[in-house]
């Protein structure tokens, strides 16, 4: 509660009078500060009373216009207030747009508006520069008359909506080739038709009328009509690698990722077997959606793992395949006859058959392995351990399928492509 | 009726009635001085920066020498002047209101009476001092009480 500059005269009179009664022992000096004091003690008790009737009828409506937007785009705010405002005081109603989405254009203040019923409309735009399901911070009420003012903070549910939902932006890199994932026109006729043309041969009852190639069909005057060129690698596998939620990372780093994968996964949606994505943070499945068409799956997979927890972590984890390829190299060079390399032998031996695949190198070789998977598109942050990456790269390279990944520009040192690439990313780029 | 003038004219009945209430006290003199004065820094405070608050704290000189005559005149006359305060400043027009302002005068002439039959200062301030701390707080209460419930909680 605010006291006005009446106020603040009222304060410093009742204290001069105090302190004149203080000193010179005059009784009406102090019946003079007593009574200015209680004056005021009075007009707050009956402001706190006015204000609480106030609030108590203040009625919020809010629409938002789109309720689902990408990062940095505009919002339109429609707020309307309907509040009854009592005798002798005056108030003013604040809108508290979310936090990360400041006001572009309009006010989400109204005017000062006196005693009675009052219908207020506050239209305004925010501009969502942060991502994620954003609501309103609520509704501030300051009523005030000549003596004080109060700010009455209005922060429960119904004051919060509508919830925004703002999808991070990024964009996915197109791969060298004719479509989103570098596919190419192949010189055999597939299922799928690239957009290159192959030949042209003459016309047969049911073929497609809108393959007739109506130009050369009217120079020759009979029908011809195109045969595409067959198409090829359209069948990608989209890996999502969120960050572990219990290490500090960069929101930046997760939006970019999360952008450039919902970027991707809009124009898979629309190819001939849909989405193939699988998120997960570290070795941890989080999701596997295979051949997915619908946009909304996709995208409710990739955002609703905010902050993952990575229960399993597979730090210097060795691959029974690789750990056996060791122990043959081990055994077969002459260094052996050292204890120490004969002692590492022994531990070989003894533990290779005991080495059991984790559960995530086997979820990589069936997700991996399914008929049609002829690419492999990982999206990391590239923050914190990156066996798991290793082990995507290890189980492309087996089943013999090109294997790129992609990760931020703030993380994508030279020294950490370099890695990357002998994890088996033929094709390590910025997103 | 122009903003102010009724709490000037209020000032000037409270200063002038006090002024009449000293007549053939030796504070006579100063009681005139102190009313022309205040009738004076009033109409200008009118004239240039329209203030009620101060137009009432300006009659408070007047009313401290007839204190000296008869307290509950004193009392009577700042009754007079809230009045007119918050009839100028729009805060007497609801039945709560004028509720309000009932009990406020009613607990502020019991103070009259008791210190009027008060020779010092140090009781009363003893009691004083304690309670105007207590009205503070319990106001603060009641503004936290206010915000904490009008929004369903602050989070």
């Keep these: ?17 105090l302190l004149f009664a203080w000193f010179l022992d005059s009784v009406p000096a102090l019946f003079f500060s007593a009574f200015i004091a209680g004056f005021l003690v009075f007009r707050a008790i009956a402001f706190i009373g006015r204000a609480g009737t106030a609030a108590s009828m203040i009625t919020v409506e809010r629409v938002a216009k789109p309720e689902w937007t990408r990062q940095g785009g505009v919002v339109t705010v429609s707020t309307s207030v309907r509040i009854t405002v009592p005798e002798g005081l005056s108030a003013r109603v604040c809108d508290l ?10 006010l989400a203040c109204s005017p000062e508006a006196g005693a009675g019923d009052h219908a207020l409309n506050l239209r305004y735009g925010v501009s969502c520069l942060s991502s994620g399901n954003i609501r309103w911070r609520g509704v501030d009420l300051m009523v005030s008359d000549r003596f004080f003012s109060l700010v009455l903070p209005f922060r429960g549910d119904n004051f919060r909506s509508p919830v925004i939902r703002v999808d991070p932006v990024g ?6 080739g004719l479509g989103f994932f570098g596919e190419r026109d192949l010189e055999k006729l597939t299922v799928l038709k690239g957009t290159g043309v192959r030949s042209f041969r003459d016309y047969m009852p049911g073929d497609d009328p809108r393959s007739v ?33 219990a290490v500090p990372c960069p929101y930046d780093l997760r939006d970019t990722v999360v952008g450039a994968a919902l970027d991707a996964a809009r124009e898979m949606v629309n190819g001939p077997h849909g989405c193939s994505l699988m998120v997960i943070s570290g070795a941890n499945l989080l999701s596997f959606l295979p051949d997915e068409r619908s946009l909304h799956k996709v995208e409710r997979s990739l955002l609703e793992y905010h902050s993952p927890q990575r229960p399993v972590q597979c730090f210097r984890t060795l691959d029974p395949i690789a750990a056996e390829a060791l122990r043959t190299r081990l055994s077969g060079s002459s260094a052996v006859h050292g204890s120490l390399e ?3 032998l022994q531990v070989y031996s003894r533990f290779i058959p005991e ?10 070789t069936k997700a991996l392995g399914r008929r049609g998977e002829t690419a492999l598109h990982v999206l990391t942050t ?8 290793a082990t995507l790269g290890l189980q492309a390279r087996r089943l013999n399928i090109e294997a790129s990944l992609g990760l931020p ?19 390590v780029r910025v997103v | 009726m122009r903003a102010g003038v009724p709490m000037l004219v209020a000032l000037f009945a409270c200063a002038a009635g006090s002024a009449a209430a000293l007549v053939g006290n030796p504070a006579f003199p100063i009681a005139v001085s102190a009313a022309v004065i205040s009738l004076g820094a009033g109409l200008l405070v009118l004239w240039f920066c329209h203030s009620d608050p101060a137009l009432f704290l300006l009659a408070q000189p007047c009313l401290f020498l007839t204190w000296e005559i008869s307290p509950l005149l004193t009392f009577f006359f700042e009754a007079v002047l809230v009045s007119a305060l918050l009839f100028s400043m729009g805060l007497l027009r609801t039945k709560t209101d004028v509720a309000y302002s009932g009990v406020y005068l009613v607990v502020m002439g019991c103070m009259a009476l008791l210190l009027s039959g008060q020779s010092h200062v140090f009781f009363p301030l003893a009691i004083f001092v304690p309670a105007a701390g207590l009205a503070c707080l319990v106001v603060l209460g009641l503004a936290y009480r206010t915000m904490v419930r009008a929004g369903g909680g602050t989070q």
């Design chain 1, 1 to 17: 509660m605010e006291a006005t500059r009446s106020t603040w005269g009222f304060i410093f009179a009742a204290i001069g009078t």
């Design chain 1, 342 to 344: 004969r002692r590492l």
């Design chain 1, 382 to 389: 590239g923050t914190g351990d990156m066996s798991h990456l």
């Design chain 1, 355 to 364: 080495i059991r695949p984790l559960p995530f190198d086997i979820q990589c």
């Design chain 1, 171 to 176: 964009k996915y890199q197109k791969r060298e």
């Design chain 1, 213 to 245: 190639d109506w130009k050369l069909s009217a120079k020759h005057g009979k029908l011809f009509v195109r045969e595409y060129a067959g198409l090829s690698g359209t069948h990608p596998l989209l890996v999502v690698d969120l960050p572990d939620g």
């Design chain 1, 97 to 106: 747009p979310p936090p990360g989405a400041p006001v572009v254009h309009g």
């Design chain 1, 409 to 427: 520009d703030a993380t994508a040192t030279p020294g950490l492509v370099r890695r990357l690439r002998g994890m088996g990313y033929s094709i």
